[in-house]
């Protein structure tokens, strides 16, 4: 099997990094807020998820989608419960 000009391995000089299927879209973190406290939320990349510090939730992320439900999150406090 021969490489092809497309093929996923090479990248042409020049062209943009690709992109993690997993990873999003910086543009979509700048708007996105903790639904509880509409504060700010920063990128886990490691564990695929959102957290919101001040509501001390994770929002998971799955096959790159932000799940923003509250139902849905994770505690981050061990102890805490929903």
């Given at each position: 099997m021969t490489d092809t000009p497309d093929s996923a391995?090479?990248?042409?000089?020049g062209s943009p990094t690709p992109v993690s299927p997993t990873?999003?879209?910086?543009?979509?973190?700048?708007?996105l807020v903790c639904p509880l406290t509409k504060s700010l939320l920063?990128?886990?990349?490691k564990a695929q998820e959102l957290i919101s510090d001040q509501?001390?939730?994770a929002y998971p992320i799955r096959d790159g989608i932000?799940?923003?439900l509250?139902?849905?999150?994770?505690?981050?406090?061990?102890?805490?419960?929903?």
């Open positions: 391995s090479a990248a042409a000089p990873a999003v879209d910086p543009r979509l973190l700048e708007m920063r990128y886990d990349a509501a001390r939730l932000p799940i923003m509250i139902d849905e999150a994770r505690p981050l406090d061990p102890d805490a419960r929903r």
